[in-house]
């Protein structure tokens, strides 16, 4: 009897145990089943066979990738394709970022009941369609010409990004060999500079510092500071590039007067200056489309008060993302809440009938108040017209541009962020060209030019 019972016993815990293990089965296949199958290291769709995944379109449905003849083909256009090697990838994996690495799974047409078999009978591919204009990432691509660096263009009444173009690149039909690869031209050249790098910000963190400002004091904009060129904090300078005298917050911004901002900083304290940069998205993560963006980065808890003065004026560590701080204009431009950036419109299945749409507007907590944005619209849109008056012409924008010192004797980081307060143009910007020279002559140029390009053809 007792030899029964213990037989019975052990039966039930292996019956037990077989069906935990069936059970943990079926929640992994179906949570993780794509990310198996579609593992670049699966061999059945890695490397080169891309030969029966989707179209990949953008927002006026011009073909950016598509399979013919068992080919990878890309557009026809080769600016285009350089323009968005990073957005839709080569036929390497090397592009982690790009929509062919990370929609793998739904353009070969994979499903959870059948796997990728049924794509072997009947094409269950995805087209993927974004809401890019191929032609704005063109203009934005020769306006980098051979520099490196990054442009995006975002609706941000709508969330849709209509540019987003990193350079170093080149033609995915004509991939440079591994020798070339590690020259200094191609120097990061599969790492998408706007969602996955960060840099110092220079004078566009002054936005962040006057932000700091507008929403802890009414008064704000009467705060006025001498500006002597030069100020000098326990042996350490800060420096400006001229001697503006006495100077309120506008003139501030407008002029960029370092020692203004420094001074704000300093009179502000770590602990606000912290609070605010964070409540704008500093040290938090965001994504597009579930492709992670690098984090921008605020820390004065070790810096010393000179250190600490510098950082509200964009240098120290203050590191930024481009595409953050597109979300940052988006915000000001309509009155502190911006919506989440995404890329990807639609999939649509033709063989299975199935279309789900992406496009979605989020709407993100205020990172600022109503006024204070309206404040910031202001004194951006002074800045615009009264020091990029040869910018922009004819568009209704608030900008500021940054040159941000990064040492080692390298030339400086060219900026400019800023959008267009004309509703019927709802586009914010964020332009970086790395080691250019002067934030106005180099990233300032180029997003006038696409501006007006999109100004035409939106
Ligand atoms: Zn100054």
Redesign the pocket.
Known sequence: MKKTRMRSMVVYIMSISFLIGIAFFVFEFTLKGKFWAMNNINTHLSGNDMSKAGKILDRNNNILAQSVDKKRKYSEDKDIRIALLHTIGDNSINISTSIQNNFRAELFGYNIISGLGLSNIINTANDIKLTLNSELCKEASSGLGNRKGAVVVYNYDTGEIICIVSKPSYDPYHKPDSNKINLDEYEGVYINRALSSSYTPGSIFKIITATASLESNENAEQISYT?N?VMDLNGEKVT?L?H?GDIKLKDAMAKS????FAKLALELGRERMESQAEKMGFNSNFDINGINLKNSFYDVSKASDCDFAWSGVGQYNDLVNPVHMMMIMGAIARGGTYIKPYLIENMVSEAMGIKVNYSRIVAEPQIMTSECAEELRNIMSYTAKSQYGSLFKGLDVCAKTGTAEVGDDKKPHGWIVGFSKNRNLPLAFSVIVENAGYGFSTAGVIASDVMQKANKIM
């Open positions: 500006c060129g400006c001229a503006h007067c370092n020692i203004y």
